[in-house]
């Protein structure tokens, strides 16, 4: 079913105008998906781009229409889309087989790479996908402990797998059909950046397995979280014994080459890794201390050999088209700069982001780390700025929910229509590649999208 605007705006009107074939495909697509789409991020009222081809920072739809990409293949392209090594390297391995049934020296060798750069590899398991690698990390973790129950924290991601997949503000729960209460019942959902609360919630129970949470906030950043709250994160799940997980789907090879964790020396029991790992490719990593990752590992006996304690199978683990674009992607970044220039690129659209909106007095912000941007859309009204963001004056849970689904979409065509294209929450991750021709195309789009929004009383 397709889902309709209740009101027309000169936004709506403009992309409509501009993206007749996608919206022609999005027709064909209403029979086969549900919404039409793929993937809950690509959803777009009253329909989504249809891209025909990505090169470097840009890509273009089957309108012809050129933008500059801040949706970067929902974060895994740090190199920018078919980075020619990459391409290369992916062309050389599949003539030679994209899939094995066997071991091959490609994954050892992207294996070694990543035990190289990041602090906590003690060992490495190939799975497929961030997702299988989050829920790995934490069969692992219960395995190990003997302990059923985690924490995770209100707005941070990991995946869709049934343990992760419910959203939570607590003390509520907002729970999929389809998910066990059982399943629900053995999480533990904390608000963030609390420590007080964890350091109660462990003393006062001894079921506890891991906490889990990425390491720069909820959503790269976009709920942030500060070092200081990691370093006593660790030295409270180190005193109780409770396996404290990074969720680096994201952060890995983006905040540093080693990550999230090398950048605030801070040390994981484990990783999760994705996206970047396999240079924009299917592939992800669980790695971590040995003791726990060998729970996978066969055992010989006096009886002979038994099986693995956790057995951990995966079609596509490991698989040697994918190991080729993650080892060229990881070679480029231990040597050259995409992730400094990355973040100089991301700072510079959000220092501009905030210089516009100043501009024309609207009461949004911009804040952001690294490579990520976020724009505050500020549904209170308040004065809001960076630093207050920075400083947890701005609740966690308005931070997570400040643009509802209709503003993110006006937003974010607004945007296509000056030729960029952003997330939906609204904001986007920036690759080493992003020029300074980029950056100033997207600040004059983002400055013709203020001046439409506030046309259309958005800031009023």
């Not at 990390?137 to 402990?145: F, K, T, V």
């Not at 080459?257 to 999760?272: E, K, W």
């Not at 100089?344 to 952001?368: M, Q, V």
């Not at 607004?414 to 600040?443: F, K, N, R």
Request: hydrophobic share 40%.
């Amino acid at each position: 079913m397709a889902v309709k605007t209740e009101t027309a705006s000169q936004i709506l009107e403009a992309y409509v105008k501009k993206t007749p074939a996608s919206a022609e495909r999005h027709t064909r697509a209403l029979k086969i998906f549900p919404n039409g789409t793929t993937h809950v991020a690509r959803f777009l009222n009253p329909h989504p781009i249809y891209v025909d081809r990505a090169l470097g920072s840009r890509k273009w739809d089957i309108d012809g229409n050129e933008y500059v990409d801040y949706v970067g293949g929902h974060g895994s392209l740090l190199l920018g889309h078919a980075h020619p090594a990459v391409v290369e390297a992916v062309c050389r391995q599949a003539p030679l087989g994209t899939h094995y049934g066997a071991q091959h020296e490609l994954e050892l060798e992207w294996a070694e790479m990543i035990q190289e750069m990041i602090p906590c590899a003690e060992k490495v398991r190939f799975v497929g996908s961030g997702t299988e690698a989050t829920q790995m990390a934490l069969r692992l973790a219960r395995a190990y402990s003997g302990k059923s129950k985690f924490i995770r924290f209100g707005a941070h991601f990991h995946g869709w797998h049934d343990h992760v997949a419910f959203t939570a503000a607590p003390p509520e729960v907002n729970k999929p059909e389809g998910i066990a209460e059982a399943v629900v019942d053995g999480v533990i959902v904390l608000p963030p950046n609390d420590i007080e609360n964890v350091r109660q919630v462990l003393a006062d129970r001894d079921d506890v397995a891991a906490v889990i949470l990425e390491p720069t906030g909820a959503g790269f950043g976009h709920v942030p979280t500060s070092g200081e709250f990691l370093r006593q994160l660790r030295d409270v799940t180190a005193e109780h014994g409770v396996i404290l997980i990074f969720d680096e789907v994201v952060t890995g090879f983006r905040v540093s080459r080693g990550g999230a964790q090398a950048h605030y020396q801070v040390m994981p029991d484990l990783t999760s890794l994705a996206k970047v790992v396999a240079g924009g490719y299917p592939g992800a990593a669980v790695v971590g201390r040995a003791d726990i990752i060998d729970l996978l590992a066969f055992v010989e006996t006096e009886a002979g050999i038994a099986p693995p304690r956790i057995p951990h199978q995966g079609t596509f683990n490991g698989y040697p088209v994918g190991a080729a674009a993650g080892i060229t992607t990881l070679k480029l970044l231990k040597t050259g700069d995409y992730i400094a220039r990355a973040n100089e690129s991301a700072e510079s659209i959000r220092n501009g982001i905030d210089d516009i909106l100043r501009k024309h007095g609207a009461p949004w912000c911009a804040y952001g780390e690294f490579s990520g941007i976020h724009i505050f859309t500020n549904p209170l009204r308040q004065s809001v700025s960076r630093e207050d963001i920075y400083a947890g004056k701005v609740p966690w849970n308005v931070l997570a929910k400040a643009t509802p689904p209709g503003l993110g979409h006006k937003v974010r065509q607004a945007m296509i229509v000056g030729g960029a294209d952003v997330t939906g929450w609204p904001g986007g991750v920036v690759s080493g590649v992003h020029s300074g021709q980029d950056v100033d195309i997207t600040l004059s789009a983002f400055e013709q999208a203020v001046e439409m929004l506030t046309e259309d009383g958005e800031f009023d």
